[in-house]
C-alpha cells in the first residue's frame, strides 16, 4: 500500500483507519453525553469557561456521530434513536444547571426563562418528528440544535468574563426556539391544509 503523500490522502488514509477501527457511532453519542453531563456540573459550580468548552466539545461529537454513521455504515436504526434522545438531554441537564444559578441568585425571571428554553427547545425537535411522522418535512425555523448549540456556548464561555452574557443568552435561547415551534406549527398547518392537485 501507498504512503499517503497529500493531506487529501492523509484524510483518506485517518478516514479509512477509522472505518476498520471497533469506534462506533454510538461510542461518540456517549462520549458527547458524559462531556454534556461533565459540563452541567462545571456550571452548577460555576466554572463557566470550562463548562462552555466541556458543552462544545460534547456538542461537537453530536455532530459527528451521524456523520460517522453513514460514512462507515455502521449505524443502526437504534443508534439514530440513542443520538436523538441524548440530545435532548444534554442540552436540559446543562440548560438544569444554569437554572440552578438563576435560583441562587434570587433571580425568578431568568428562572422561569431557562423552564421556556428547555420546554421550546423540547418542543422544536418534537414538532419536527411530529411533522415526518404525518409525512411533512419540517426542518423550517430560526433556531434549529445548531444554533441553539452556539448560542448556548457563548453564553457559557463569557460568563466567565460578563455575568450577565448567559442571562443574555437564556433569553434569546427562549425566543428563538417559541418562534421556531410557532414557525414550524405554521408550516404543518399550511402543508397539511394545502389543496391536493388531480395530476391529472
Known amino acids: ?5 497529500t493531506a487529501r490522502d492523509y484524510q483518506q488514509h485517518f478516514r479509512n483507519r477509522l472505518i476498520e477501527s471497533r469506534l462506533t457511532p454510538n461510542a461518540i453519542s456517549l462520549t458527547g453525553f458524559a462531556l454534556c453531563v461533565v459540563a452541567a456540573a462545571l456550571v452548577y459550580k460555576e466554572w463557566w469557561l470550562a463548562g462552555g468548552i466541556a458543552f462544545i466539545v460534547g456538542s461537537v461529537c453530536d455532530t459527528l456521530d451521524g456523520r460517522y454513521s453513514r460514512m462507515s455504515g455502521k449505524g443502526t436504526p437504534f443508534g439514530a434513536f440513542l443520538d436523538s434522545t441524548l440530545d435532548r438531554i444534554e442540552e436540559g441537564v446543562v440548560l438544569a444547571a444554569v437554572g440552578v444559578h438563576f435560583s441562587r441568585q434570587g433571580d425568578d425571571l431568568a428562572a422561569g426563562a431557562v423552564v421556556i428554553a428547555v420546554v421550546a427547545s423540547l418542543m422544536v425537535s418534537y414538532t419536527r418528528a411530529r411533522a415526518e411522522a404525518l409525512g411533512v418535512e419540517c426542518k423550517v425555523g430560526i433556531a434549529d440544535r445548531a444554533v441553539r448549540v452556539v448560542i448556548l456556548s457563548a453564553g457559557l464561555v463569557f460568563a ?11 433569553y434569546v435561547l427562549g425566543a428563538m426556539a417559541v418562534i421556531t415551534v410557532l414557525q414550524r406549527i405554521f408550516h404543518v ?3 397539511l391544509t394545502r389543496p391536493v392537485t388531480d395530476p391529472a
Request: aromatic share 10%; proline share 5%.
Open 160 to 170: 466567565q468574563f460578563w455575568d450577565d452574557a448567559i442571562t443574555v443568552a437564556v
Open 1 to 5: 500500500m501507498s504512503r499517503p503523500t
Open 189 to 191: 398547518r399550511k402543508e
